[in-house]
């Protein structure tokens, strides 16, 4: 029942946060107006707003003027179905199921505004850091000290990076990297690890398809990286740290 209510509720988080990735970086507000068409302007009805499979009845084209709707929405919808699940089956108890879903529901729309917009939002970066800290007094006040000294370290490594190379990350991956080491403690290692391999790789494949030099010269934004190897983190970092420990 506990996975059903984890996917259920991740697919309906998963549309809201759909909105949160259109408005948030525009201005909007998060609650008004409802649903409408981007192209005709049309409100939504409510039986056209089942997460994933109002948008597979409609064959993925607005019912008034049949104006392709972006098949992103069903994607975030169904990827955060997936996550929440992970999270309640990987979970050790209420301290790290509560900082794992409310993770997720932060790093979804931070991928996406970073994908679109190359700006990762304060208010979602600092709110998060806010719900970690108190996630962590509420359940385990034992391990905020942990908390805030992964979180000064891994927003403290990419504030090194990002000085040493200016224009290179900005201060968004920073605070993103913070946000991130509230959350996973130690295990943020594992999630900075992740995130570096990862777009090292892609922007050797970016080089690869366009030439070293004009590759090079391809901004990439790297919070989606972030929110990559903070999935990683969440879900598999524990293990991989306590394998480490054991093994050197």
């Not at 975030?76 to 529901?105: F, M, Q, R, Y």
């Not at 370290?153 to 201060?171: D, K, N, Q, S, V």
């Not at 913070?178 to 992740?194: K, N, P, T, Y």
Request: aromatic share 6%.
């Amino acid at each position: 029942m506990l996975v059903a209510f984890a996917a259920l509720g991740g697919l309906l988080a998963g549309s809201f946060l759909n909105v949160v990735a259109w408005r948030l970086p525009r201005g909007e507000s998060l609650v008004a107006p409802g649903s409408r068409c981007p192209g005709c302007g049309h409100a939504v009805r409510g039986y056209d707003n089942v997460p994933v499979l109002s948008w597979l009845a409609l064959r993925g084209r607005c019912r008034d003027c049949r104006e392709p709707i972006s098949a992103r929405y069903p994607l975030v919808e169904g990827t955060s179905a997936a996550l929440a699940v992970a999270v309640v089956l990987t979970a050790d108890g209420l301290h790290d199921l509560l900082l794992g879903l409310v993770l997720i529901a932060l790093l979804v729309p931070i991928a996406l505004i970073d994908l679109d917009t190359r700006r990762i939002p304060n208010v979602l970066t600092g709110l998060g850091a806010l719900a970690a800290v108190a996630i962590g007094l509420a359940t385990d006040p034992g391990g905020v000290p942990e908390q805030l000294i992964a979180g000064a370290g891994a927003g403290g490594f990419l504030l090194l990076a990002a000085l040493a190379r200016p224009g290179g990350m900005g201060m968004g991956d920073v605070k993103l990297a913070g946000m991130l080491g509230l959350f996973l403690g130690r295990e943020v290692a594992i999630a900075l690890l992740v995130a570096l391999v990862a777009g090292t790789l892609v922007g050797v494949a970016v080089m690869a398809r366009k030439g070293v030099a004009e590759g090079r010269k391809t901004a990439l934004p790297f919070g989606p990286f972030l929110a990559l190897g903070g999935v990683v983190a969440l879900l598999v970092g524990a293990d991989v740290v306590d394998w480490y420990l054991r093994s050197f």
